[in-house]
C-alpha cells in the first residue's frame, strides 16, 4: 500500500486540510479554464461583430476557417452561458507513456507506461495531468487545459481499473457548481506505487465518485453520467459504428444512460457523417421525458430526435392502450397481412377517402381505464359513445360508370368494374401509385364497348382517334366524378377507418385472426385517438399506399444556413433553434443512426416501423429480453433482424446493477427465475440493509377490499415519502392506474402512480409494488413485466399485497418467496 495514501476520515483534521488543499488546486484550474474561456469570448464577440464584413473579405477557404472559429467559440460561449454545474469534472495522473506521441488533443497518446516509468523500488513520477470535462479547452500554446469527455485521450479515465491500469495512477473527479470547486473523490488505480507529482506526495482523497452518485436522491428528470462512467459501460459508448451495437443487460446496468452517451460520442467523433441525424426511440412519453435532458446536459441538442415508439408518425400521437389481446394481434407480423389486404379492399368500399382526425393531441398514454372493475380487459379502452365514430360516413362505391363519348352512352356494369380494378391491382405495387393504371384500364374498356377502335385499320389514324377519344371521356365531369370516388387516394386513416367496420374486417383478416380477434380490433379502431400499435399499422399503410409524387414544399430561406454554427453565437435564439431543429427533424424520415432503447418491447410491426427510418443508418440497439412485455419475442426477434438487415453485429454484455441495492436485487432475481429460468441476474454494486417491507391490506370494519387496498398503499406511500428525499413511485397493474392515482391525491408531486408497462425504463428513490399477482395475471409476458415493476427502486420497495397473492404471515406473497 502507498505510504503516502491519505484515506479521508470524519473529524480528522489533517485530511480535512489535505482535502482543502486539494480542493484548491482545483479551483485553481477551474479559474484558469474560465479566463480562458472568457477570453475566447470575446475572440467570439468580436468575430460576430465582425460578421457583417465576412462576405466581403478573403478567400473561401479563410472564410470557411473563421467559419468553424466561430463555430467553436460559439459553443464555449453557449456551454459557459448555461453554466454547467459540473463543467470540469474529472483528472487523472499518469506515468509516461511508451513513446512520446501527442494527438490532437495535445495529450499523449501512449496506453502503456513507458519502460522505466516504474523504478524498481515502486517508486514512479506523474508525467502528465489531464483534466477532463464536457468540452475540450485549450490554452494559448494549444496545449490542453480541459480534454472533452469523448475525446480518446479521455478513454484511460474510463476504462481504466486496478487490474488493467494502464499509465493512470490516479483517477479523481471533480465535483463543481458554477465556477466553484466543491468537493474531490479519487480512486488509486496502481495502490501499490509510491507516486510523486512536482515532488510532492500524491494525495488520494475520499472513496471513490460512483457510489457517491448511486447514493443520490433522485428527480423527475435522468441525470448524465459522465464523471462516473464506468469500464464495461464506456466500451459500448465508444464501439465503431459500423454496424449494428447490440447491447444486452439486466435492469439498472445503464443501457438507457449508454445509450445517451453514445449518442453524444458519435456526434463528438464524426459530426458531419451524423448530419443526417441521430434517432433514439424510447417506449413510453414518459421515458423521453425522464431522458431528454441528457443530451442538452452533454452539450448535444438538435441533430438528436428523442421519440417515443407511439410518436415516429408525422400527425400521430398514440394516447391510448390496447388490452393484451388487442395488442397481440395488431403487434404480430400477422397483422401485416391483414394491412394488405385490407388496403386493396378498402377500395371496394372506402371511407371517407382523408381519413378521420388526428389522433388525439399530444402528452402522456391516456391507458384505458373502462377495465378499472377488473374484467379480463380484453375489450381494452374502449370509446363507447358514438360520437364521433357515429358521425362518420362511408362512401358507397359507385358500381355503374356512365360516359357519352363520340356521340355514344357508354356503361361498365359493376361486374366489369370489378374485374377492372381486380386486374389494376394485381402484383403488390402501392395501391395509391396503381391509380394511373386503374384510369387506364378504364378507358380501355370503354374504348373496347365503343367499338370505335375497329373503324381504322391505319395504326396512326387509329392512335389519334384514341387518344381524342381518352381526352374526351376523361375530361367530362361524370367521369371524373365517377373516378374519384371509385379510386380514391386512400390515406392510411381511412384504411383503419375501413377496418374498424367488423364485417370488412372479417373478410380481410380470414384465416389470419380468429373472429374473437377481428371483433376485438375493430372495436379498438372505432376508438377517438390512437395507440401505440394503431401509430406503427399506420406507418406501414402509408408504405403499402405509396405516395403519389406531389410538388416539392419550398424550404423557407434561413439566411443563417450561410454561416456554419453563427446561430450558437447569438444570443436569445434559443428558441429558434430548436424550433428549427425540431422542423428540421420533422421533414426527416430517414436518419443516419438509430438508437433503440428497450428494444425487446418492440413488436414486429414496430420493428418494421422503426426499420423504415434506418434503411441506410447504422444502430444501437438496447435491451434486455427478461423485461419483455411482448408475448412472442421470437416473432419479434425475426423482425428485429429484418430490420437490421445484414449488417454485421457487435455484442456487449452489461453485468453490473448500479440501480437497485442487493436486497431489491435479491428479490427481484426470484420472479426472474420464474420469467426467464436459468437467466443471470445482474449483480448489484451497492447494498443499503434495508430489505424490501412486505405488507398486507387490512380491511376496516364495513370496508371492502379495495378501501383496504386503496388506504394501505396511501399509508405505504406516505411512508415513504418521510423516508427518502426524491421520489416514490406506486406501480400497479394496469387497470387501476386511474384508481391508484386517486389514492395517492394530495401527497405532493414527489409521489407518482404508473401502470405496470409505464414503468419501463423509470427510476424512483423508493417504489410500491400493489399486487404482484394482478401485475405478473395481466397479460402472457405478466411476469417478465412484475420483474420490471420490481427493479425500479434505488433505496427502499414496498410490496403490498391483495388478497390474490396469498400472503404467507409475513406478508410476503406466493410469488416472491422462495
Ligand atoms: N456509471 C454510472 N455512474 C453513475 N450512475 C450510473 C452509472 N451507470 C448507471 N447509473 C445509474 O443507474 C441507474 C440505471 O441506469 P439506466 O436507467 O440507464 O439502466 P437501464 O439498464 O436502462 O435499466 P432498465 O433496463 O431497468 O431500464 C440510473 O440512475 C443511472 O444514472
Known amino acids: 500500500m502507498a505510504a503516502q495514501v491519505q484515506q479521508e476520515t470524519a473529524l480528522d483534521p489533517v485530511v480535512d486540510s489535505v482535502r482543502d488543499r486539494e480542493i484548491g488546486v482545483e479551483q485553481e484550474h477551474l479559474d484558469r479554464v474560465y479566463q480562458r474561456l472568457e477570453e475566447k469570448i470575446h475572440e467570439a464577440e468580436f468575430l460576430m461583430n465582425d460578421a457583417a464584413q465576412r462576405g466581403q473579405v478573403g478567400t473561401p477557404g479563410a472564410l470557411a476557417e473563421r467559419d468553424a472559429q466561430v463555430f467553436r467559440a460559439g459553443i464555449h460561449l453557449n456551454r459557459l452561458n448555461n453554466e454547467f454545474e459540473d463543467f470540469l469534472f474529472g483528472r487523472i495522473d499518469l506515468l509516461l507513456g511508451k513513446d512520446g506521441k501527442k494527438g490532437p488533443d495535445g495529450a499523449y497518446t501512449a496506453v502503456e507506461p513507458a519502460e522505466g516509468a516504474v523504478r524498481p523500488d515502486n517508486t514512479a513520477e506523474i508525467a502528465e495531468t489531464l483534466h477532463i470535462g464536457r468540452i475540450g479547452v485549450l490554452d494559448a500554446e494549444y496545449a490542453p487545459l480541459v480534454i472533452d469527455w469523448r475525446a480518446p485521450a479521455a478513454a484511460p479515465f474510463y476504462r481504466s481499473t486496478p487490474v488493467d491500469p494502464g499509465r493512470v495512477v490516479r483517477r479523481r473527479v471533480i465535483r463543481s457548481k458554477g465556477r466553484r470547486v466543491l468537493g474531490v473523490e479519487d480512486d488509486l488505480m496502481r495502490p501499490e506505487l509510491k507516486a510523486t507529482l512536482a515532488g510532492g506526495e500524491l494525495p488520494v482523497i475520499g472513496d471513490g465518485a460512483l457510489m457517491a452518485a448511486l447514493g443520490q436522491a433522485r428527480s423527475h428528470t435522468m441525470r448524465d453520467i459522465v464523471a462516473s462512467i464506468q469500464a464495461e459501460q464506456d466500451m459500448v459508448i465508444r464501439a465503431p459504428a459500423a454496424s449494428v451495437t447490440y447491447v444486452e443487460g439486466g435492469p439498472g446496468t445503464g443501457k438507457t444512460a449508454v445509450a445517451l452517451h453514445r449518442a453524444a460520442y458519435l456526434l463528438y467523433q464524426d459530426r458531419r457523417r451524423y448530419a443526417g441525424g441521430i434517432l433514439i426511440v424510447s417506449p413510453t412519453p414518459l421515458l423521453v421525458a425522464y431522458t431528454e435532458g441528457v443530451l442538452p446536459s452533454l452539450g448535444e441538442e438538435g441533430q438528436v430526435a428523442i421519440r417515443a415508439v407511439g410518436s415516429l408518425v408525422d400527425g400521430a400521437e398514440a394516447t391510448l392502450y390496447d388490452a393484451p389481446a388487442v395488442a397481440r394481434a395488431k403487434g404480430s407480423y400477422r397483422m401485416l397481412k391483414v394491412l394488405r389486404k385490407a388496403a386493396r379492399g378498402a377500395l371496394e368500399a372506402p371511407a371517407a377517402a382523408t381519413g378521420r382526425a388526428a389522433g388525439v393531441g399530444s402528452g402522456q398514454l391516456a391507458f384505458g381505464e373502462e377495465n378499472a372493475d377488473g374484467a379480463d380487459g380484453a375489450e381494452g379502452a374502449e370509446n363507447g359513445g358514438d360520437g364521433a365514430a357515429g358521425a362518420r360516413q362511408h362512401r358507397a362505391t359507385p358500381s355503374r360508370l356512365r360516359v357519352v363519348a363520340f356521340g355514344r352512352r357508354l356503361e361498365l356494369e359493376a361486374r366489369e368494374l370489378d374485374r377492372v380494378r381486380d386486374t389494376a391491382l394485381a402484383g403488390t405495387a402501392p395501391v395509391n401509385l396503381l391509380r394511373p393504371r386503374g384510369r387506364?384500364?378504364?378507358?380501355?374498356?370503354?374504348?373496347?364497348?365503343?367499338?370505335?377502335?375497329?373503324?381504322?385499320?391505319?395504326?396512326?389514324?387509329?392512335?389519334?382517334?384514341?387518344?381524342?377519344?381518352?381526352?374526351?371521356?376523361?375530361?367530362?365531369?361524370?367521369f371524373i366524378e365517377f373516378f374519384d370516388s371509385w379510386w380514391p387516394e386512400l390515406t392510411p386513416r381511412a384504411v383503419v377507418e375501413a377496418m374498424s367496420d367488423e364485417r370488412r374486417l372479417g373478410r380481410w383478416a380470414r384465416r389470419i385472426l380468429n373472429p374473437g380477434e377481428v371483433r376485438r380490433v375493430a372495436r379498438s379502431l372505432k376508438r377517438d385517438g390512437l395507440s401505440v400499435h394503431d401509430v406503427a399499422m399506420l406507418d406501414e399503410l402509408q408504405a403499402i399506399l405509396g405516395t403519389p409524387a406531389r410538388p416539392r414544399r419550398k424550404r423557407e430561406y434561413d439566411p443563417l444556413d450561410q454561416l456554419t454554427g453563427l446561430e450558437e453565437l447569438m444570443p436569445g435564439r434559443e428558441e429558434t433553434q430548436r424550433e428549427r431543429a425540431e422542423r428540421l427533424a420533422q421533414e426527416r424520415t430517414e436518419y443516419a443512426h438509430v438508437i433503440v432503447d428497450e428494444a425487446q418491447d418492440l413488436t414486429p410491426m414496430q420493428w418494421r416501423m422503426i426499420g423504415r427510418r434506418g434503411r441506410h443508418a447504422t444502430w444501437t440497439v438496447v435491451g434486455d429480453p427478461a423485461q419483455s412485455s411482448w408475448s412472442d419475442p421470437d416473432e419479434a426477434a425475426e423482425a428485429r433482424d429484418e430490420a437490421l438487415g445484414s449488417r454485421p453485429r457487435r455484442r456487449f454484455t452489461l453485468t453490473v446493477n448500479y440501480r437497485n441495492p442487493a436486497e431489491i436485487a435479491e428479490l427481484a432475481a426470484k420472479v426472474l427465475a420464474l420469467a426467464m429460468p436459468g437467466s443471470e441476474s445482474p449483480s448489484a454494486v451497492r447494498s443499503t440493509g434495508v430489505r424490501p417491507r412486505f405488507v398486507t391490506t387490512r380491511r376496516a370494519q364495513g370496508g371492502g377490499a379495495r378501501d383496504a387496498l386503496a388506504r394501505t398503499v396511501r399509508e405505504e406511500a406516505a411512508r415513504l415519502l418521510d423516508q427518502v428525499d426524491g421520489t416514490v413511485g406506486v406501480v400497479v397493474a394496469m387497470n387501476r392506474r386511474a384508481e391508484a392515482a386517486r389514492w395517492l391525491?394530495?401527497?405532493?408531486?414527489?409521489?407518482?402512480?404508473?401502470?405496470?408497462?409505464?414503468?419501463?425504463?423509470?427510476?424512483?428513490?423508493?417504489?410500491?409494488?400493489?399486487?404482484?399477482?394482478?401485475?405478473?395475471?395481466?397479460?402472457?409476458?405478466?411476469?417478465?413485466?412484475?420483474?420490471?415493476?420490481?427493479?425500479?427502486?434505488t433505496q427502499q420497495l414496498t410490496v403490498v399485497s391483495a388478497d390474490r397473492d396469498e400472503p404467507d404471515a409475513d406478508g410476503v406473497p406466493d410469488l416472491l418467496r422462495d
Request: aromatic share 4%; proline share 3%.
Open 745 to 793: 391525491a394530495g401527497l405532493g408531486d414527489r409521489v407518482v402512480a404508473l401502470g405496470s408497462l409505464e414503468a419501463k425504463g423509470l427510476e424512483y428513490d423508493a417504489t410500491v409494488v400493489v399486487s404482484p399477482a394482478e401485475i405478473a395475471d395481466e397479460s402472457p409476458a405478466g411476469l417478465r413485466v412484475l420483474y420490471v415493476a420490481l427493479t425500479r427502486a
Open 440 to 478: 387506364k384500364l378504364l378507358l380501355d374498356a370503354l374504348w373496347a364497348q365503343s367499338g370505335a377502335g375497329t373503324r381504322h385499320t391505319d395504326p396512326e389514324l387509329a392512335a389519334e382517334l384514341r387518344s381524342s377519344f381518352d381526352e374526351d371521356v376523361s375530361t367530362e365531369d361524370s
